[in-house]
């Protein structure tokens, strides 16, 4: 465990665990370094497994100033984590707000990834969805600050892609609970405003996509509507990805279906490693039903 001190003089805080392949993963918003248990734990065996807090979050620093923060200096921070520990690649791993951040690393650090997870990601994406995920954002981040993150968080929480985890394993929901309220209420407000708010749809960025051959395996929970659709897009146009669905499943995957989550994972990382994570076959992309021959 440690601190980096990114180029804005931000203090970050990580964790470490096992030898191998680097694997870095960058938590959502509702989370932070402690959500990634599961994965540690079973990927830390045969990988080097790096997690951290983004900024807001503590013990990492929570910049008082709104601006700085945003989707940008998310990517570059966990850049910084890994210039600092000297990692020249890694396995990328986000989720949510870290699936976000996962997938511009992609498009600016491509170099510097072994693959991309995106999980989770798309909230507030879809063209007629902008105006209003905006507009709910910066309610949100009033509550915070007008509540606290200790009370604010319990409602937060139960969100509707966040019951399924409830009814699944209540003990494991009560503890993300917990640890969802510890978390700074000037930190999750500023990162409501700052990353969440103000970050590009991803249907902007749909150049980007086609241009991206990163092996990218795409993550969702069947039942966490509002990044179905942008899972879809990104999978058509991503030609190095693949797209998991996990049934009965919401927003918070890792943590809801651990042992699929990392089934999934594990299996991904191998066919990277051993160079079998091909592009799509173009053969595969038509606009015919039965065949081209048709």
Known sequence: M???????????????????????????????????????????????????????????????NPDAYGQDVARTDALAILDHLGIDRAHIV????????????????????????????????????????????NATADGIERDTMAVYGQVYGTGPARVQYQNKDPRGFNEFIDQLCEHSTLGSANTMRGVQASRPSLYDLQDQMRKLVVPTLIVNGDEDDP?????????SLIQS??????????????????A???????????????????????????????????
């Not at 594990?266 to 065949?291: C, M, Y």
């Open 227 to 235: 990044c179905l659709a942008p899972g879809m897009m990104m999978k």
């Open 260 to 294: 699929l989550f990392n089934m999934f994972l594990d299996n991904f990382f191998h066919q990277v490693e051993a160079g079998k994570w091909a592009l799509r076959d173009p053969r595969s992309i038509t606009s015919s039903i039965l065949s081209d021959a048709t």
């Open 241 to 258: 990805s693949a797209h998991v669905v996990l049934p009965r499943t919401g927003h918070a995957t890792n943590l809801e279906e651990p």
């Open 94 to 137: 986000g989720l949510s707000m870290g699936g976000f951040a996962a997938l511009h690393f992609g498009f600016h650090h491509a170099d510097r990834a072994h693959s991309l997870v995106v999980a989770g990601c798309g909230y507030g994406a879809e063209p007629d969805k902008r105006a209003q995920f905006k507009t709910e954002a």
């Open 2 to 64: 440690g601190h980096v001190t990114t180029k804005d003089e931000v203090n970050l805080y990580f964790e470490e665990s096992g030898t191998g392949t680097p694997v870095i993963f960058i938590h959502e918003y509702a989370g932070d370094y402690r959500s990634w248990e599961p994965q540690v734990r079973y990927f830390s065996r045969r990988y080097r497994c790096i997690t951290y807090n983004a900024r807001g979050y503590p013990p990492s620093d929570v910049p008082e």
